[in-house]
């Protein structure tokens, strides 16, 4: 436990961009899948068809599967770094930490159906989509919409708390002042 508050979160980041960057490098230099610009149609000359999915996935393996874990990671690392950090708080963690699992359950739903789908070519039609289809509209948008109600309710304890506003605007009448004492210096 000590090893996870000794990380500090920009070196997390500079760890899942350094992920992210092996991961399309390793996508860009994969053999072309076959099939990727389409197969011929069996029945309409010049017509092409997408061909076999998990006969296209099969070159880069769960190469997109990581790449998202990291691309989550990233932006619910990127919106923790968002709060100052004296106010990085035992609940903040457990909020983030509770978002970023939905985030990361959803995902693992979506992708999983879709290969259940790749492998079976049956899948179960829910709210008139198939499965991975709704984890798509609904979890994907919907996980990190978990966020903003959080910085919504959250605001002003995390966000701009109200001592900092304070602080903030007796910046801003010093800043004031310093610059009517100037003004008053130069007319004289």
Request: aromatic share 14%; proline share 5%; net charge neutral.
């Amino acid at each position: 436990m000590k090893l996870i508050h000794s990380v500090k979160p920009i070196h997390l980041v500079f760890a899942l961009l350094l992920v992210i960057a092996g991961i399309t490098i390793f996508v860009l230099t994969s053999d072309i899948p076959p099939g990727a610009s389409g197969v011929p149609h069996p029945t309409i000359d010049g017509l092409s068809v997408g061909g076999d999915g998990a006969e296209k996935l099969s070159v880069i393996g769960k190469a997109p599967y990581y790449f998202q874990i990291a691309v989550i990671l990233l932006a619910g690392t990127l919106l923790y770094m968002g709060v100052p950090e004296r106010r990085r708080d035992r609940l903040l963690r457990i909020c983030f930490g509770i978002g970023i699992a939905f985030a990361l359950f959803v995902w693992v739903m979506l992708f999983t159906g879709y290969e259940t789908y790749l492998a079976t070519g049956q899948t179960r039609v829910v709210f008139g989509f198939p499965v991975p289809t709704n984890w798509m509209f609904w979890g994907i948008w919907g996980s990190f919409a978990a966020f903003d109600v959080f910085y919504m309710v959250a605001f002003r304890r995390y966000f701009l708390h109200p001592d900092d506003e304070a602080a903030f605007h007796a910046l801003v009448r010093e800043t004031e002042a310093e610059a009517a004492q100037m003004k008053n210096r130069e007319a004289n």
